[in-house]
Structure formats: C-alpha cells, structure tokens
C-alpha cells in the first residue's frame, strides 16, 4: 500500500518536487506545465525555476482547472568553494527581500559569464550575445538558452547535442560564473522561512566535483532539510551513496523529476517524493501550498 499524505482535505500521492517553466530554462509556460502535470497524473508539482518566482502565479491560476496542487518553490544557484551547487527552497516568502535581492545579482552575474561565454564560441559559430538573449527573453539567462540559440543558428539538431558537444562543464568554451556560497543561500532560505533541498548531490553527469559530506555536514547545521535523492540524472549507484549521506546525517530525501520541457528527456512524474515527506515540507514552509 503506498503510503497517502493527508495534508488538509485532499490526498497526495503522486508528487514532483521539482519542474521548470519558460520563467527560467523549461520550455513549456507554466500554465502549459500545470496542464502537463495534469496529464501526467501528478497530485501535486512544485514549480521550482532557476533564482525566479515569476511562474508561481500563472501557474496557481490553473490549480483548479487542472486539479493538480502547487507548491510554490525556486531552484538557488549557488557554489562552495568553486563547486556548483542547486539550491531548492520549499514554500520560502515569495516576497523576501533577501532572496529578491539576491536573485538580481544571479542575473547580472549570469549575464556576464553568458557574455564571455558568446565571445569564446563566436571563435567557432557565427553566434551573438543578443541571439542568446532573444532566446532567454526576460528568465534568468544560462546555457540551454544559449543551447537554443546555436540550434536556431543549424548548429546542432537540439539542446543536449549542444551540451554534448560545447556546452559541458569540461568544454573550452564553458565560463564559470559567481554564485552565492551554499551555506549563505541555506541561511537566506531559512530567514525566508522556506524549507531547503540540496538538488541533484551526486549526478556526475551534470558535474565533477561535488559538495563533500563534510560540507553537506555543515549545511544540516545551519538548516538544510533534505537531499534529492531520486532523480533522472543519478543512477541507482549514486541515488544509494545520497541515501547513505541522508542517513548518516539525518536527512530527509526527496524524488523528482527535474522536468524542462522538450529541451531534455527527463519527463513530469519520472521520479517522486514520499507522501510524507512532502507533508512535512508543508509543515515546516512558511508559505502554503495552492490546492485545488
Ligand atoms: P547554467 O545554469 O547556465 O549553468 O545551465 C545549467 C542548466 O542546463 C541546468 O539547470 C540544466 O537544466 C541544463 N542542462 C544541463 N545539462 C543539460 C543537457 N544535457 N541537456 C539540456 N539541458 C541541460
Ligand atoms: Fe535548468
Ligand atoms: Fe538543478
Ligand atoms: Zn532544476
């Protein structure tokens, strides 16, 4: 019997903690997402874009519409020591000044590393700062945008080509970019009264170096929740080192599905987060869920 959270009136059992909207690199809109999610028979997504709130309130207009439950989020760019770390903050205050704020420098800072990362690759592709820019639109500029520009330009048939091939971390072209300090952005979240998910911890596709256990340590100290554990891009070897993590340091895990739309094959509802988790994350977030 799986196991159903009771948080408030209505049951969840299906449900993805993770999704992005055009608000940031996905390619569906929100509304487009809750719809996906619908059909997908989720119980109840979390709408999580990279340092962006944006999509939060068009995607709770379709709450009822479609029946699916929206947990506001937002997905944290941050790095320790030189190493990337995705930051997930649960229910925060959407109107917290300090995340805001911080936000804003995450864009500039993405902005000049896209610049710079243009510049390097216009060696080799007849490509532009302000293609790439027509692509992002007004979501925090980063590579699948710059992805969806050199596909534009013929030169690759789609975006995990160009990953493939010049967009990776190891790639010539590849321009790192100033992120805040993991243990701040676990303070931030928690001022704002949100609920904070390293994602990803351990997907050596994606990277290759990861926070130590030590750092992961001493992120539980100043209020880190959980880590993800189950997720597209960590296989199972991987997924049992983070459970390992989890329980040594008295984490909770979470699963999802990481969704971008068509831009990457991860798909709505691959990967799931415990009913019960889920509802202690909505004990502990400030913020509400949107239900149907
Ligand atoms: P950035 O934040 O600009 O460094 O870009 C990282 C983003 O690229 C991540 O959030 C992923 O969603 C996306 N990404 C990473 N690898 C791939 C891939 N192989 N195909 C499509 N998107 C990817
Ligand atoms: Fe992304
Ligand atoms: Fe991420
Ligand atoms: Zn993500």
Redesign the pocket.
């Known amino acids: 019997m799986p196991r159903v959270s009771y948080y408030g009136s209505m049951s969840f059992r299906r449900i993805d903690l993770h999704v992005h909207s055009s608000c940031s ?1 996905g390619t569906d809109s929100p509304a487009q997402v809750m719809r996906l999610a619908a059909k997908a028979g989720l119980d109840a997504i979390a709408l999580t874009d ?1 340092d962006t709130f944006k999509g939060i309130k068009p995607a709770s207009e379709l709450v009822t519409e479609c029946g699916v439950a929206l947990m506001p989020g937002v997905e944290i ?1 941050t790095a320790y020591q030189g190493i990337t770390a995705h930051l997930l903050a649960y229910l925060p205050d959407p109107n917290s000044k300090v995340l805001s704020t911080q936000f804003e420098k995450t864009l500039f800072a993405r902005q000049q590393r896209m610049r710079e990362m243009v510049q390097r690759l216009s060696r080799d592709f007849d490509i532009s700062y302000a293609q790439v820019l027509q692509q992002a639109g007004s979501s925090p500029i ?3 945008h710059l ?1 969806d520009a050199l596909v534009k330009g013929g030169y690759f048939p789609n ?2 080509a160009a ?2 091939q010049v967009l990776a971390t190891s790639s010539k072209y590849y321009v790192h970019y100033q992120a805040l300090d993991t243990v701040a952005a676990v303070r931030l979240v928690r001022e704002a009264k949100g609920v904070a998910v390293l994602a990803h911890p351990r997907a050596a596709k ?1 990277q290759r170096r990861f926070l130590s256990i030590a750092t992961i340590g001493e992120l539980k100290e100043v209020g880190l929740f959980g880590l993800e554990a189950f997720h597209p891009e960590q296989n199972p070897q991987e997924q049992a080192q983070i459970r390992e993590i989890g329980r040594k340091l008295g984490l909770k895990l979470t699963g999802s599905s990481d969704f ?1 739309g068509y ?2 094959t991860n798909s709505l509802g691959q990967c799931l987060t415990d009913p019960e988790v889920f509802s202690e994350i909505c004990s502990l977030g400030g913020g509400e869920i949107v239900r149907p």
């Open positions: 690199d990279h760019s980063g590579r699948p992805a975006r995990s990953f493939e994606r971008h831009g990457k």
